[in-house]
């Protein structure tokens, strides 16, 4: 076979079992270069489409069956095979470099980044085998999201009972649902979908068949792992990661592309990115660096507002990396890129997630930020105001309860807080948020700073009137001064007497304080507090954080309504009631870091279960004071894998006077009981 005008004596063959073949060979077909792609299945094929620069050849091949392949299609020293087949087909990219190697043919083997799986409900396993035995021991549903390959080894594995709890996704073909068959997987639990998932859909369909673990390989971003990772976080469920092979030393598909088509740059001057600031949007704003790369730049990128009106040499409208980074591998011959973002590029700016997804997409290219002027310091120098010792929050894509709450906070705690809105409207709610909080402070709005209808418009929060301000204002800067500053308190308790009681029992106070400490809260964590009575627990730790979730669940009607009552009287606004029992009531709650057990109602059993199956290594704290409990427990002890077990049992005396003496009141013993919850009881 023959190639393109520009690449006329060497033949390609594409190998492609990933999504960076399929994109390779749509590239070659762009150019015009002829090639052959060989796909294992006839799903493969039918993704690639017809084209005529490209002969499709499908079925698996071992080394004889590539060499001949080659040698039938006339492959000779200098023509080039194309590796872009999975990371863990190590077989299959053995029997590659071996063919090459025999035929003389150059390989070229297109290398996907390995990625950060963390540490958050993550385990590592070099096997499918060993990932089997260790799951077959934990309870819950399995989601087998490996393909169908690793699926016979897996269940040859794993207990009968374990293959019933497992899903499987997989290609809808006729061979991949015929093994699942055969290894005895329930037809309702056999997903055949075809990627790619959304984070979206990977949480829907993880919550939707109850998933306490996933099994996947760590297949790089083209691959859709941290869609995986985001979406198991977000429904609480633990990844268990099939860790990727050592692969070959590869080449980028960006560099694979040149190889191939024939377009390597051989001048030794690398292609570089600025991603620039450019303060408030004026021209008056930008720096002289800014000026002299916008000048060099033979394309530019950016958010539409943010780009010259006049033509430039190549504008696109674009500011996500993956709406620049195809245009970018598309013309390798720029070699100077401007990307625009308003304000710093190292201020609350998208310039840090598009630097990460260049450095990581396309690591031949230099890649450089370069600061602006932020509307903060801006607004602060009009206002003839330092900023050094402020607060500085932005509301743009974080403008949720929990945050809103993070943000009161700094300004009930700081004389000056800088605040970043997006439009007129998060700035009245603010407002009305700061009077409802008994937050007295004076308001200064920077509105369009820097243009011809730049404003800056004071509102005084014990006023009633909202200025008038055109509604389509969008670029807003606030200024938050408040004259009397509330210190924190470095030990934050409340006394019993900060609640209203009601005929509803409470937790009291120095039983309270230590099992909260027992709870090891962390900064924008979950908690559960399951039997809330008056909500005493609830608040102190919800008050221990704005960014804390606490969820309070509790079956008394009664209850309930003290728990609204004592959060409006506390101005908790991170707490949502639950009502209803456990563990029916925590259906549909996302899972918890934490969980204080004040109540279970006699089904510590079933509690203890749902919970185990939301996610391992929640921390939990029980108070017991009946012996029923206390036995209850005991049995439970030795059916569940708990760590970190912990026992202490408090007698609080209080003391009152009664005439001239002072006579000590006794309350009941209270046991407390705190471990970690690595797996739910039995049912």
Same mark, same amino acid.
């Given at each position: 076979m023959q190639g393109s005008n520009q690449h006329k004596t060497r033949n390609i063959i594409v190998f492609a079992g990933t999504t960076e073949g399929r994109i390779l060979s749509d590239r070659l077909c762009e150019s015009g270069i002829t090639h052959l792609v060989s796909v294992a299945s006839g799903c493969g094929s039918e993704m690639l489409g017809e084209h005529e620069s490209r002969t499709v050849l499908t079925g698996r091949m071992d080394e004889e069956e590539i060499i001949a392949c080659l040698k039938q299609h006339g492959f000779h020293e200098g023509d080039f095979l194309a590796d872009a087949t999975h990371p863990y087909a190590t077989g299959v990219t053995k029997n590659l470099q071996r063919a090459a190697e025999r035929t003389g043919v150059t390989y070229l083997r297109i290398a996907r980044k390995s990625m950060d799986v963390g540490d958050h409900d993550v385990r590592l396993y070099e096997t499918i085998s060993t990932c089997a035995k260790s799951v077959n021991l934990l309870s819950g549903n399995i989601l087998l999201a490996t393909g169908s390959k690793e699926l016979e080894q897996f269940c040859a594995e794993v207990s009968e009972d374990t293959i019933g709890r497992t899903y499987v996704r997989v290609l809808p073909t006729e061979e991949s649902i015929a093994a699942c068959k055969r290894c005895?997987?329930?037809?309702?639990?056999? %997903?055949?979908?075809?990627?790619?998932? +959304?984070?979206? %859909?990977?949480? $829907?369909? %993880?919550?939707?068949?109850?998933?306490?673990?996933?099994?996947?390989?760590? @297949? &790089? +971003?083209?691959?859709?792992?941290?869609?995986?990772?985001? $979406? =198991?976080?977000?429904? #609480?469920? *633990?990844?268990?990661?099939?860790?990727?092979?050592?692969?070959?030393?590869?080449?980028?598909?960006?560099?694979?592309?040149?190889?191939? @088509? #024939?377009?390597?740059?051989?001048?030794?001057?690398?292609?570089?990115?600025?991603?620039? #600031?450019?303060? /408030? #949007? +004026?021209?008056?704003?930008?720096?002289?660096?800014?000026?002299?790369?916008?000048?060099?730049?033979? =394309?530019?990128?950016? =958010?539409?507002?943010?780009?010259?009106?006049?033509?430039?040499?190549?504008?696109?409208?674009f500011y996500r990396p993956e709406e620049i980074i195809p245009v970018l591998e598309e013309h390798p011959e720029w070699k100077e890129i401007a990307i625009l973002f308003s304000g710093d590029s190292g201020f609350f700016s998208g310039a840090r997630s598009m630097h990460a997804a260049l450095k990581e997409r396309m690591p031949e290219l230099t890649v450089q930020l370069i600061p602006g002027i932020n509307s903060v310091a801006f607004l602060a120098a009009r206002l003839g105001e330092s900023y050094e010792d402020a607060a500085i929050v932005s509301l743009h894509g974080r403008n949720t309860p929990g945050q809103r709450g993070v943000l009161l906070e700094k300004i009930r705690r700081h004389r000056k807080t800088f605040v970043l809105a997006a439009s007129t409207e998060e700035a009245r709610e603010l407002v009305r948020q700061m009077k409802e909080n008994g937050i007295r402070a004076e308001v200064l709005m920077g509105c369009d700073l820097s243009y011809e209808n730049e404003r800056i418009i004071t509102v005084d929060t014990d006023g009633d009137e909202w200025p008038e301000m055109p509604e389509e204002t969008t670029l807003l800067t606030l200024l938050v001064k408040n004259a009397d500053p509330k210190s924190r308190l470095l030990l934050p308790v409340l006394p019993d007497k900060a609640f209203i009681r009601g005929n509803v029992p409470m937790t009291k106070a120095c039983i309270r304080h230590e099992s909260i400490r027992r709870l090891q809260l962390k900064e924008g964590e979950r908690l559960y507090d399951i039997g809330g009575g008056t909500g005493s627990v609830t608040i102190e730790t919800a008050l221990l954080h704005p960014s804390l979730q606490v969820f309070s669940v509790e079956q008394n009607r009664e209850a309930c309504a003290l728990i609204r009552e004592n959060c409006k009287r506390h101005r908790c606004t991170n707490v949502t009631v639950v009502e209803g029992a456990a563990p029916e009531a925590l259906t549909g709650l996302p899972a918890p870091d934490a969980v204080f057990l004040g109540g279970t109602g006699g089904r510590l059993?079933?509690?203890? @279960?749902?919970?185990?199956? *939301?996610? @391992? &290594?929640?921390?939990?704290?029980?108070?017991?004071?009946?012996?029923?409990?206390? +036995?209850?427990? /005991?049995?439970?002890?030795?059916?569940?894998?708990?760590?970190?077990?912990?026992?202490v049992q408090l007698t609080v005396s209080t003391f009152q006077r009664v005439g001239e003496h002072s006579m000590p009141h006794t309350d009941n013993p209270v046991t407390i009981v705190s471990f970690v919850l690595e797996g739910s009881a039995p049912a």
């Amino acid at each position: 076979m023959q190639g393109s005008n520009q690449h006329k004596t060497r033949n390609i063959i594409v190998f492609a079992g990933t999504t960076e073949g399929r994109i390779l060979s749509d590239r070659l077909c762009e150019s015009g270069i002829t090639h052959l792609v060989s796909v294992a299945s006839g799903c493969g094929s039918e993704m690639l489409g017809e084209h005529e620069s490209r002969t499709v050849l499908t079925g698996r091949m071992d080394e004889e069956e590539i060499i001949a392949c080659l040698k039938q299609h006339g492959f000779h020293e200098g023509d080039f095979l194309a590796d872009a087949t999975h990371p863990y087909a190590t077989g299959v990219t053995k029997n590659l470099q071996r063919a090459a190697e025999r035929t003389g043919v150059t390989y070229l083997r297109i290398a996907r980044k390995s990625m950060d799986v963390g540490d958050h409900d993550v385990r590592l396993y070099e096997t499918i085998s060993t990932c089997a035995k260790s799951v077959n021991l934990l309870s819950g549903n399995i989601l087998l999201a490996t393909g169908s390959k690793e699926l016979e080894q897996f269940c040859a594995e794993v207990s009968e009972d374990t293959i019933g709890r497992t899903y499987v996704r997989v290609l809808p073909t006729e061979e991949s649902i015929a093994a699942c068959k055969r290894c005895g997987i329930d037809i309702a639990h056999i %997903l055949a979908l075809q990627g790619p998932f +959304t984070e979206e %859909l990977n949480t $829907a369909l %993880l919550r939707q068949y109850r998933i306490a673990h996933m099994i996947t390989k760590e @297949s &790089g +971003t083209e691959g859709g792992f941290p869609e995986k990772t985001k $979406a =198991a976080r977000k429904a #609480g469920v *633990m990844l268990h990661v099939l860790t990727r092979p050592a692969d070959p030393a590869g080449v980028t598909l960006e560099q694979a592309y040149r190889t191939l @088509s #024939g377009t390597e740059r051989n001048d030794g001057i690398r292609r570089r990115v600025s991603l620039i #600031g450019i303060g /408030m #949007g +004026t021209e008056a704003t930008l720096t002289v660096e800014a000026k002299e790369l916008l000048a060099k730049a033979e =394309a530019l990128f950016g =958010a539409p507002r943010l780009l010259p009106e006049q033509d430039f040499r190549q504008i696109f409208p674009f500011y996500r990396p993956e709406e620049i980074i195809p245009v970018l591998e598309e013309h390798p011959e720029w070699k100077e890129i401007a990307i625009l973002f308003s304000g710093d590029s190292g201020f609350f700016s998208g310039a840090r997630s598009m630097h990460a997804a260049l450095k990581e997409r396309m690591p031949e290219l230099t890649v450089q930020l370069i600061p602006g002027i932020n509307s903060v310091a801006f607004l602060a120098a009009r206002l003839g105001e330092s900023y050094e010792d402020a607060a500085i929050v932005s509301l743009h894509g974080r403008n949720t309860p929990g945050q809103r709450g993070v943000l009161l906070e700094k300004i009930r705690r700081h004389r000056k807080t800088f605040v970043l809105a997006a439009s007129t409207e998060e700035a009245r709610e603010l407002v009305r948020q700061m009077k409802e909080n008994g937050i007295r402070a004076e308001v200064l709005m920077g509105c369009d700073l820097s243009y011809e209808n730049e404003r800056i418009i004071t509102v005084d929060t014990d006023g009633d009137e909202w200025p008038e301000m055109p509604e389509e204002t969008t670029l807003l800067t606030l200024l938050v001064k408040n004259a009397d500053p509330k210190s924190r308190l470095l030990l934050p308790v409340l006394p019993d007497k900060a609640f209203i009681r009601g005929n509803v029992p409470m937790t009291k106070a120095c039983i309270r304080h230590e099992s909260i400490r027992r709870l090891q809260l962390k900064e924008g964590e979950r908690l559960y507090d399951i039997g809330g009575g008056t909500g005493s627990v609830t608040i102190e730790t919800a008050l221990l954080h704005p960014s804390l979730q606490v969820f309070s669940v509790e079956q008394n009607r009664e209850a309930c309504a003290l728990i609204r009552e004592n959060c409006k009287r506390h101005r908790c606004t991170n707490v949502t009631v639950v009502e209803g029992a456990a563990p029916e009531a925590l259906t549909g709650l996302p899972a918890p870091d934490a969980v204080f057990l004040g109540g279970t109602g006699g089904r510590l059993r079933e509690i203890l @279960s749902a919970l185990g199956k *939301m996610r @391992s &290594g929640i921390r939990i704290v029980m108070n017991m004071v009946t012996p029923e409990t206390m +036995t209850e427990w /005991m049995e439970l002890q030795r059916e569940i894998s708990v760590q970190e077990e912990e026992m202490v049992q408090l007698t609080v005396s209080t003391f009152q006077r009664v005439g001239e003496h002072s006579m000590p009141h006794t309350d009941n013993p209270v046991t407390i009981v705190s471990f970690v919850l690595e797996g739910s009881a039995p049912a």
